[in-house]
């Protein structure tokens, strides 16, 4: 409701043709549209009343010279601000924006800005485009950034940061409260606290067992070739540094993972996002026997698309096989083919070459970080626990003056992309927030599904007392990490408090089931089938399983209260999942909308 008092003012502006507007201490929840027909007005003021936003037809006031808005309740501000060029004091102070858009670049005649004691967190980069800008107040804020262009602003003499948390890397220690100062010093010290955190991202190498994924690596790094190498059994890193410019080297985090089919629904857990892929595939294969599109899938599903290089190996046996067109259409995340041969040394120049010119198009490498997130990492690069909690990360950081709960994510985000730890926040198979060590996730889980035991004796179906024998005596909490982290991502289930059921690991040969002669049945194609779609079926229906009949590739359930039975059978042949029911024809169709 808009009092008399302010319709009087506003009345009196128009009858009067007036260019300033007194309208503070007027108890305003929301302004007037009355009041931005007003064109001719150049200064407005509206300070101390209980404003939450701006309309959007602010932007009609383009004669605006001063607006005044100290003391409000606004949180955002509408894109039409960036209307109002003849603007030269924008006074913002005491509110509770947490943001600014990005078209506050377009106060082209903005000389004074005011923002102290709001919730800003950053900056949009657009504010660096404000040439004629002298002063920018920013005390009592909660910023963790500072667009570093700030400091080529021409006409800028002073900036006001303190109290915020960047404070410490931008605050001379002989400063006082009442100092305001020189932007250029600010800026100076706020970059000493930055390096280039391009100097390192994560490369994952994937490919089938026997495809030569550690040979390619080898000639890659150490440039040699050893004919009788041993198949990587699970995950084997390494470090590896290249020249990505003749001033600048870069250090990768190279991830070699095992290419047993058993393993393949496990390496979920380590792709990540803004890396570089290579999938290493054997010349002498088809397309389909050496899975290439399956692991094209797993980037894609998990990674976000980063870039891959397909890596043709054994060149001189045979040329890469399969429509290389079709492929980059069904995946334009691929940056390319490269043709090598490990026992010629043939090739690897050209796919040296592919990588520093991929590794230069990741967007990390335009980032800037802090000192104090170096230590972070560092600390971190040198845990050996199976596991931090959440609160003990945040109590790591705040020794380092991360304090923000954003810029801890932030950085722990990045290392997750960079394989230093693993943190799923996200992922809803998770219930905690536990950090991961993923070295000691690597070493347990696939010293589990690469061990024959489980499978030929055991057939899949872990005693977890064979655990001391696997891992060594007095392991019981690392053993219990693996296992529950298997469990939460689908890997496998408990049949009982003594026995851990593993869906990859069940024997090959199919039980002497035979399917129903009067029976519904389905097919589920799949573009490509991917290995991890079983383990998930088995653990999220195991309450129908009959009589624990499963297999590599199948498994029998029951419906005991409709008498119904289905065989669920995969061919990876054709990529299809063939579903038969037998039994009551009327309740046949419930079983199958639960698989």
Known sequence: ????????????????????????????????????????VKVLYLDNNSLTELPAEIGAMTQLTRLYLNHNRLTTLPPEIGQLTNLTHLYLRDNYLTSLPAEIGQLENLTHLYLRNNQLTALPEEITQLQNLKRLYLSDNKLTVLPVGLEGLPQLTQLDVRKNPIAPATQNSGDTASEIENPTEVIKRYLAQQINPANETKVMVLGRQGSGKTSVLRRLIAGDFDRNEEPTEGMTNYAWTVQLTAERNIQLNVWDVGGDRELYAAHQFFITREGLYLVVVDNSLSEMESHLEEWLLLVRAYSGGSPVIVVGNKADLAPLRGNRRKLCDRYPFIRGFAEVSCSANRGFETLREMIIRELGTLSRFNDNLYMSWIAVKQHLENFTENYLEYSEYQALCSSKEISQDQEQRQLLSLLHDLGIVMFYFEDPRLDSTDIINPYSLSYGMYAILNDPKIREEYKGVLPL????????????????????????????????????????????????????QSSLIYCYRYEVLPSVIFPRLVTRIRQFIFKRVIWANGLVLADQEAKNKAIVA????????????????QTAENLVSLI
């Open 1 to 40: 409701m808009v009092s008399d008092e302010v319709l009087r003012r506003i009345r009196e502006a128009i009858e009067q043709n007036k260019i300033d507007l007194e309208l503070s201490e007027q108890h305003l929840s929301e302004l007037p549209i009355a009041v931005t027909n007003l064109e001719q």
């Open 465 to 516: 007392s064979y655990l001391d024998e696997l891992f060594g005596e007095n392991t019981q909490n690392d053993q219990l990490f693996v296992i529950d982290m298997m469990r939460r991502f689908e890997l496998g289930y408990f049949v009982d408090g003594r026995r851990f059921l593993l869906p990859t690991l069940m024997p090959d040969y199919r039980p002497p089931v035979q399917k129903w």
């Open 570 to 585: 995969l061919d990876q042949v054709t990529s299809g999942l063939w579903i038969w029911v037998g039994g009551d024809v």
